[in-house]
């Protein structure tokens, strides 16, 4: 056996998270490791029950409900090495897997909320993850190693893939009194790796299970002719890395066809036949201020901060409409008066931070449904969550004309929070 060197991947960067606990996984020969419902919620900064304010309504923290780590092979060779072929040399790997960081549907990593959520699995792992967006190559990698005996080798680099999936913490009142951080409806998957590592391993190898080199060594041939008769000095093939690749690439390739149906569904909203809205309008208004949410008069603007006068012909007024409530959060269509659009991000933004808000064609559209957080009763203080996106509604500064936008983790200034006002 060979010690193994790692090396930080390529892209924007690690940013590492750091972890005072102890990594508590268990090692077993299982392909992936789950872990306890207690330990990934232990790196969360803000925990469910704690207590927020109106100022809280419009930000929302990630809570991590799940997570797996698998150790995983992205470049594999199989080598022979003979008598005379000992010592350093340089082989070119084979991609067998690219791992690509994701938060969401999107398959990047947009905002603070995603930076957050895994930090906090790195956190509660005691790994270092990577939590910008990255990916491994996915080209063919050459690997120098120096061979100190014959012997038939798997040349690999690997990492240890983290899965698993996140909640929204979001501030609402509470039904033992007070605003609370609660799990909202908001969910989603992430996908991040480990600092990569290089190394080669033998079949006779004494590896420890559940290892990057325990999966490099499973990908051997061991016991094939290939593996166990004379061979000539140089690269022997591997019908267990061939099947890995090829497992993996068909993994990718349905995960890439399911984010296209999700955008594209996202991008032709249904038609809707018809609104169920309550009676009475509202404005979205700055608490107290006199700026409020005002919606387009041209369809490639967006919703802006404007002041109520005679000449906001209704465009200031909204409906709640098809209004339903599920463990305290509104969830809800919102139908402008003035110009009949309703609310959405549009489509081919969505999935960028700082996306704005305007209006368009009512439909059969998650981008056009948003969850209501209010304040204690007696206050019309609210915040707005994006069903699709999941991502809070805010300014960036308070002025006339400025745009609402959406942004992942809210305004961290409270400026977020709006009061919904009966006209």
């Known amino acids: 056996m060979r010690r193994t060197r790692t090396r930080l991947g390529r892209g924007l960067g690690a940013l590492i ?3 005072t606990a102890a990594v508590g996984l268990a090692a077993t020969p299982a392909a992936a490791t789950p872990a306890a419902a207690g330990q990934v919620a232990a790196g969360q900064t803000v925990q469910p029950g704690q207590t927020c304010t109106a100022a809280d309504l419009g930000k929302r923290h990630p809570i991590i409900k799940s997570a797996e780590v698998a150790p995983t092979i992205t470049h594999f060779k199989g080598w ?3 008598e005379g072929s000992t010592g350093t040399q340089s082989v070119n790997t084979n991609t067998t897997e690219t791992i690509s960081v994701s938060v969401g549907l999107n398959g990047t990593v947009q905002g603070s909320f995603a930076v957050e959520a895994l930090g906090s699995v790195g956190a509660s792992l005691g790994l270092n993850v990577q939590v910008n967006y990255t990916q491994t190559s996915s080209t063919s990698k050459s690997i120098s ?4 005996q014959p012997g038939y080798y798997g040349l690999y680099e690997g990492t240890k893939k983290v899965t698993g999936t996140y909640g929204s913490l979001n501030c609402n009142r509470s039904d033992a ?4 951080w609660t799990e909202g409806p908001d969910t989603g998957s992430y996908t991040t790796f480990t600092t990569l590592e290089e190394g080669a391993v033998r079949c006779e190898d004494k590896v420890p299970a559940n ?12 016991g094939s002719p290939a593996a166990t008769a004379k061979h000539p000095a140089g690269p022997v093939p591997s019908a267990k890395a061939d099947q890995a690749k090829h497992d993996a690439d068909n993994a990718a390739t349905a995960a890439k066809a399911a984010r296209s149906t999700k955008a594209t569904q996202a991008a032709k ?3 809707r036949a018809a609104l169920n809205c309550q009676a009475g309008a509202y ?5 107290g201020k006199p700026l409020n949410w005002s919606a387009p008069l041209l369809a490639n603007d967006g919703i802006r901060l404007r002041t109520s006068n005679w000449t906001s012909a209704h465009l200031d007024n909204w409906f709640l409409c098809n209004v339903t409530e599920n463990n305290g959060v509104l969830e809800a269509t919102l139908k402008n008066w003035g110009n009949s659009g309703c609310a959405t991000i549009p489509a081919n933004i969505a999935n960028q931070e700082q996306a704005y808000l305007t209006t368009a064609t009512c439909g059969e559209d998650d981008l056009q449904r948003f969850y209501i957080y209010r304040d204690v009763p007696g206050s019309t203080k609210i915040g707005l969550q994006n069903k699709y996106t999941g991502s809070m509604m805010g300014h960036d500064r308070y002025a006339d004309g400025e745009l609402i936008r959406q942004y992942s983790s809210g305004r961290q200034d409270g400026t977020g929070t709006y009061t919904l006002t009966r006209v």
């Open 17 to 19: 998270a750091t972890a």
């Open 80 to 82: 022979y090495v003979t």
């Open 145 to 148: 190693w120096n061979f100190r």
């Open 177 to 180: 009194g007070g605003l609370k």
């Open 211 to 222: 290892s990057i080199m325990a999966k490099a060594q499973g990908l051997l041939d061991c």
């Open 269 to 271: 909203p249904a038609p």
């Open 283 to 287: 404005r979205i208004d700055v608490p």
